[in-house]
């Protein structure tokens, strides 16, 4: 299984994928990991953007389908690959469909005019290559997430012995 463990040298490092249909870049310090994705575990009523959750070493983590979220009614699912995503108090992971390329870049662009295929919100950057490669915040796409809970709606059961007074 193919579990890669990511470290950044420079700022100027970026995990290229696509979304949507479109190229995209994260910069390397919100990514911890890629793994192919071998087990999905659903949770009933979670959102019909979380997938479910995936081991990532000890850990449990919800993978979020971004193309689902923006409206695309069935995701590619040919590959399946989840790049975690750490972010100063969530940890998430993403479905994509490719290995991500980690490249660096030196032309980074505040502006530029090309169609994009997600909300313009989420942009931060424009990385300047053959074509200009919309660079993504991942606290930003986290927020649109909104206030629902990942896991759906919580329910609480007395299992154990009643609390003693």
Do not use: C
């Not at 505040?110 to 490669?133: C, R």
């Not at 606290?139 to 154990?160: M, R």
């Amino acid at each position: 299984m193919l579990d890669q463990k990511l470290s950044s040298e420079s700022e100027l490092e970026y995990a290229v994928f696509e979304l949507n249909k479109q190229r995209v870049a994260i910069k390397l310090e919100f990514l911890e990991r890629f793994n192919i994705v071998s087990e999905i575990i659903k949770i009933p009523r979670a959102p019909r953007f979380v997938l479910g959750v995936i081991r990532v070493e000890r850990a449990i983590i919800p993978l979020i389908d971004l193309e689902i979220l923006l409206g695309k009614k069935e995701a590619d699912r040919n590959n399946s690959i989840a790049l975690v995503i750490s972010l100063k108090e969530n940890v998430f992971a993403i479905h994509i469909n490719n290995i991500p390329k980690v490249q660096k870049f030196d032309k980074i662009s505040n502006e530029a005019s090309i169609k994009l295929n997600f909300p313009a919100e989420w942009v931060v950057g424009y990385i300047e290559d053959e074509e200009f490669i919309p660079i993504v915040d991942p606290n930003l796409f986290w927020i649109a997430l909104g206030d629902e809970e990942i896991v759906g709606p919580s329910l609480t059961y007395n299992i154990g012995k009643e609390d003693e007074e």
